[in-house]
């Protein structure tokens, strides 16, 4: 006898005549459990291994500088802000080939986005506010090292104003990085299912170019040419950000800075790119809940 | 809401249309999924019948805004499809037909997470995720991740989240895919039950035709896109005034048996296995006289009479008979 | 070695948009050398070898052939179908070896040949590929076990890379120990002293016999327990 356990009790049934909310609640909802997934919370425990281990690989050797730095009492950080941001660009790539594929290939690999469409939330709200989640966990794993390397800057007695500029031009590069590279992990997520495959073409996508462009940007510089360096800049996200960095002083070293215009064209690349992958979002999100 | 009738404690005046189409078309390209299809569904059980791909599950998809119509209009629940689309998706609950349900997850948080996603806080959430658990039958497997579940477990789940955020009209697609007999029975129960008992409209789809029978209260046909029949579903069920005679026996038999009623002056024919017998002419048509005459054929026959019963309806006749009456 | 389970993995390595992932590799690489070349000089473009081809593409191509061949099936369940034969474990996992071995080799080593010849210096470029052969093949037995291990194969295969062998083993001379892309890379120094010479010669050959044995052995063992759970 199967499903005899399953006995359906008449004990009635209750209507619901309570409040509901309206869709941004609902959003900001969905946002909040993107967010927590991203680091395993409110899912099993092994899922919450990796982005920890991967967030204290990260913040550990801000710690090490902030506590040498406290003891030695060295006159500035032997780092700045958005440079260990650059420094430690492998762990941050990792943590969003790896965390992307939660958010962006679950739902559709598992057809479960055609009950999230079925709801008032639209395909458009559903698939930005997806990547709004990943953007800000994103930049709270970049935030926990910059912030704990601020704190520390502001214990051993270092100038203020100096510390809040770097800080500052960090973070709008920062916020810059983190949307473009939300938005390319998680098309290349939801385009490829398995996770697997997804990891490997968000690992493709961030550091096998962004080694090829270092390269180029390298050899250009040798060569004379960085009018070519500059422009392969425009490839990859991390070459895009320490670009950036470099033309506004702060504080990290390329081969191939770009000047000032070259400058505003990193920035709309930049922007124009992360548009373009959230609208393939919304496509890909539409398209599988219509199937 | 007013207008309770003896069976619908419900949400709905009885008289007031649930989801209405006119027109409604969604060609691809040369595949013509639905054609100009005009269908008015009240509250109650509707059963939504036809074969793969006769546009069941694209129909629903079109009403909840998933796919968009190439041409024609629908309103469900008085909002139209084309400016009020949200609307409707906050009041409607859909049971898919495929596979839907994340393996990582157990059906009590994805249940309480779907709610919270049509609106309800979290709180209430819970209470009626643990409620609505409860009425499709899942106990304590509702703790341990769905990857693990039997089809039967699969299907309940994937109810309870149609059911949870309380919506007037639940779209159930073929609910009793993959179930064995007695989780079908169950399931067809069940769906009686929110019909009848929890007052939600229903629209269920089938290409099984024998359960809608039993289930619903009209009964919707379609037909390579196109709508076949709409009616109540007794109107399917009258008696048709022919008797169904089955005797032991092959094809001999029953055609030995056949011939012999005809010498008696009934108009019968072969069906399946069994001799329909038209209504009789005025001579025999006192109470019984049929009835005596087929025994007694029967007897001088030698043949073992194993069945004798009215004729009624099926659905299966409006394929046969094909054409929209409606 | 069974012929058929090889030629199925063959085949699921083949089909779709995964092939053409994996021939993306061998394809941009002797692209970009031979760009960087045509524009500055063989020397140049040599850099790229060792800076991204080998620590880098050549393990990436080991883990997507490791994973194509063992991780799908894996994933949904069909690999009850193939353990319910009369096939050895080990037999299994060395007819499966045996193709993101090819692969690896062809995709990876063979490129990384192809595109140091273009450099110019014959002599390098055979030390190179006789080193991307010895990591190459210890590489795709590791990524094998690891993909009988655990469902997350490649993201476990790529923090091996990335975080062990490139970043510690930038940080730390003493990794190069324990790393499977120096042991390449000093029995490579063999054939070209332009290499770099970072350990033992004896414990680099041993090291990456070992490892593979290890590897495709274990991967065997681990075939026989699966338990297919839902669970992330």
Known sequence: MSERSGVIHDLGYRRYDGPRDGTATIARTLYVTGLRHTYGLGRSGKSKILPFILLAMATLPAAIVVGVVVLTGLGSLPVTYADYTNQVQLVISLFAAAQAPVLFSRDLRHRSIVLYLARPLSSSVFAVTRWLSLTTSLLFFMWVPTFLLFAGALLAGLDKSDQLEGLLKAVVL???????????????SSVSLRRGFAVVGSVVALIVVSGVVTSVQAITNAQDADGIGVAAGLLSPWSIFSGLADAWHAGVVTFTPPGSAWALAYVLVAVVLTALCVLGLVARFRKVGSR | MAGVTGELTGLLPTNQSVITTAGLTKHYGSVHALTDLTVDVGPGVTGLVGAN?????????????????????????????????????RLVGYMPEHDCLPPDVSASDFVVHMARMSGLGAAPARERAADVLRHVGLDEERYRPMGGYSTGMKQRAKLAQALVHDPHLVFLDEPT?????????????????????????????????????????????LDGGRLLRSSATTDFLRRTGNLLVEVVGTETER??????????????RPRGSMVAVDPPPPELAEAGAVHDVIRDVTAELGLGLMRLEPDHGHLEDVFLEGGAHV | MNGTIAKLALQALLGRRRFFLLLAFPVLL?????????????????????????????????????????????????????????????VVAISKWVVALAATLVAGSLAILVASLITGDTTRALGMFVGAVVAGTAYSA?????????RHAVIASLMFVLIWESLLGNLFTGVAWL????????????????????????WAVLASIVVTVAGVWFAGDRLRSFSLRGED
């Open chain 2, 53 to 89: 791909g006769a546009g069941k599950s694209t129909l629903i998809k079109i009403l909840l805004g998933l796919l968009e119509p190439t041409s024609g209009s629908a309103s469900v629940l008085g909002h139209d499809i084309e400016h009020a689309s949200q609307e409707i998706r």
């Open chain 1, 174 to 188: 920062q916020l810059l990085l983190a949307a473009l590279v939300a938005g390319v992990t998680g098309l290349i």
């Open chain 3, 179 to 202: 790393s499977i892309g120096q042991w390449g890379l000093r029995v490579g120094h063999e054939v070209s002293a332009k290499l770099p010479d970072p350990a033992n010669l004896t």
């Open chain 2, 177 to 221: 895919n993959g179930l064995d007999p007695a989780a079908r029975t169950d399931m067809l129960r069940l769906v009686q039950r929110i019909g009848s008992d929890f007052g939600i409209a229903v629209l269920v789809t089938s290409h099984l035709l024998g359960e809608l029978e039993q289930v619903s209260n009209h009964v919707i046909v």
């Open chain 3, 142 to 150: 590791l990524f094998l076990a690891i993909s009988a291990i655990t």
């Open chain 3, 30 to 90: 002797i692209a970009l050398v031979t760009l960087i070349t045509a524009l500055t000089d063989g020397d140049a473009a040599f850099d790229i070898l060792p800076g991204l081809g080998y620590p880098l593409v050549l393990p990436l191509v080991a883990i997507l052939a490791a994973s194509s061949v063992l991780g799908p099936e894996v994933d949904d369940g069909s690999i009850v179908y193939l353990l319910a034969k009369p096939v050895n474990r080990y």
């Open chain 2, 255 to 268: 055609d030995r048996l056949g011939e012999a009623l005809a010498q008696r002056g009934l108009t019968c």
